[in-house]
């Protein structure tokens, strides 16, 4: 599969440079993910309540969302710029916890780190982007995705066993080691094809194009109703596996792992399917399957077994519709590539959001209203879809 990723007439991507962003986005999403997991053994390790950890974590989210009004800054530069930039501020951000571990540098480093991830993100995927044609583009932006699934299967337990066997604050130095590492990588094996020429109507042109093309804010939508949907369910599955089966700490677990799964088999799928059947057509064949994985969920879910097979049936689903939706993304409007797949990325965390806002309320009508809520939110990403396909060749 990686060996098709080198085109006549157009940049090449070697599979080795696409295995090394693939290896950089992996120590990049272990530092995002692995807060949520440790969020109690952080609190106790500072000597706090919970509360004021979590307080952090929904700061940096708020300051996370306003970063794509930066990028205007940053495409121009270069895609290698972004990734440099973002990969140094990961690496300044985990640094920092490890020569001062405290409450303060702690929640300057959650939100550095996120600013630095969401710098590097759309900046690599426009870089593949920019490397591979739109036709295989798919595989390729499924390979960089497999990064987020192996940051939960491995370097979230890597991390652990750091915590285990040294103390709360091992693994920021690990990572902040590793970031630095990815720094000396990415200028050794990234560069350039080109630089995006600056906007006709000045720095935030871009953003201005984006906002006034109904094609583009369509894409946007299937991103943020997707991720609403799944988020509606994501926040009460433990809740609902704990009131069904009172087995919290067996069923999270075992839920956790499926999880994981379904992120690689999603990304895995995408690999195989989404040049095949074209993005438009895979990001709508998608969300039916979400839509169908979410109205099965309370019908097989009546035992421990059928509800961790129907998660595991929601969550691909949905890894695969979001994964497919990236390269869909980044030819909607090439001339702002990175700037579209930033907003994309606040797109997603918006839907995200706006889903965790109508997941309590629902859940006290039962499960049933919060998986039928997940389909009609659903629908309406197949309705962005729609225009989607009508209105962008």
């Known amino acids: 599969m990686l060996a098709g990723l080198n085109f006549p007439g157009r940049p090449a991507m070697p599979p080795l440079r696409l295995a090394i962003l693939t290896f950089i986005r992996v120590i990049l999403n272990t530092a995002h993910r692995m807060i949520y997991p440790f969020l109690?053994?952080?609190?106790?390790?500072?000597?706090?309540?919970?509360?004021?950890?979590?307080?952090?974590?929904?700061?940096?989210?708020?300051?996370?969302?306003?970063?794509?009004?930066?990028?205007?800054?940053?495409?121009?530069?270069?895609?290698?710029?972004?990734?440099?930039?973002?990969?140094?501020?990961?690496?300044?951000?985990?640094?920092?916890?490890?020569?001062?571990?405290?409450?303060?540098?702690?929640?300057?480093?959650?939100?550095?780190?996120?600013?630095?991830?969401?710098?590097?993100?759309?900046?690599?995927?426009?870089?593949?982007?920019?490397?591979?044609?739109?036709?295989?583009?798919?595989?390729?932006?499924?390979?960089?995705?497999?990064?987020?699934?192996?940051?939960?299967?491995?370097?979230?337990?890597?991390?652990?066993?750091?915590?285990?066997?040294?103390?709360?604050?091992?693994?920021?130095?690990?990572?902040?080691?590793?970031?630095?590492?990815?720094?000396?990588?990415?200028?050794?094996?990234?560069?350039?094809?080109?630089?995006?020429?600056?906007?006709?109507?000045?720095?935030?042109?871009?953003?201005?194009?984006?906002?006034?093309?109904?094609?583009?804010?369509?894409?946007?939508?299937?991103?943020?109703?997707?991720?609403?949907?799944?988020?509606?369910v994501n926040l009460l599955f433990g809740v609902w596996l704990e009131d069904s089966f009172h087995l919290q700490i067996a069923a999270l677990a075992g839920a956790s792992a499926v999880i994981g799964l379904s992120e690689l088999g999603g990304e895995g799928l995408v690999a195989l399917l989404a040049d095949r059947l074209g993005k438009v057509r895979a990001t709508g064949i998608g969300l039916a399957a979400n839509c169908l994985a979410a109205s099965l969920l309370p019908l097989i879910g009546r035992t421990e077994l059928g509800a961790l097979a129907g998660l595991f049936l929601f969550y691909i689903t949905f890894e695969f519709t979001l994964v497919t939706s990236i390269p869909l993304m980044s030819e909607i409007m090439p001339s702002a590539r990175a700037t579209t797949l930033s907003f994309n990325l606040a797109a997603h965390s918006l839907g995200r959001a706006g889903g965790a806002l109508l997941a309590p309320v629902l859940y006290a009508s039962g499960l049933s209203s919060a998986t039928g809520a997940a389909v009609v939110i659903n629908l309406l990403g197949l309705g962005a879809v729609w225009y989607v396909s009508r209105h962008h060749k």
């Open 40 to 232: 109690a053994v952080f609190a106790r390790g500072l000597g706090v309540d919970l509360a004021t950890v979590s307080a952090l974590v929904a700061n940096r989210s708020v300051i996370g969302a306003a970063t794509p009004f930066l990028f205007p800054f940053i495409e121009p530069r270069g895609r290698r710029f972004g990734m440099l930039l973002g990969a140094g501020l990961v690496a300044a951000a985990m640094g920092l916890v490890a020569l001062w571990p405290s409450l303060i540098t702690l929640g300057a480093a959650l939100v550095l780190a996120l600013v630095g991830k969401t710098f590097f993100d759309p900046s690599m995927l426009a870089y593949i982007a920019d490397h591979v044609p739109y036709e295989r583009r798919g595989a390729a932006t499924a390979f960089s995705e497999f990064a987020w699934s192996l940051s939960f299967i491995l370097g979230v337990p890597a991390m652990g066993f750091l915590i285990a066997h040294l103390n709360w604050s091992a693994p920021f130095g690990a990572l902040g080691l590793l970031a630095a590492l990815a720094c000396l990588l990415l200028a050794w094996a990234a560069r350039d094809s080109h630089r995006p020429a600056p906007h006709a109507d000045g720095l935030f042109g871009n953003v201005r194009a984006i906002f006034t093309s109904a094609p583009v804010l369509a894409g946007l939508a299937i991103g943020l109703f997707a991720s609403m949907a799944n988020e509606v």
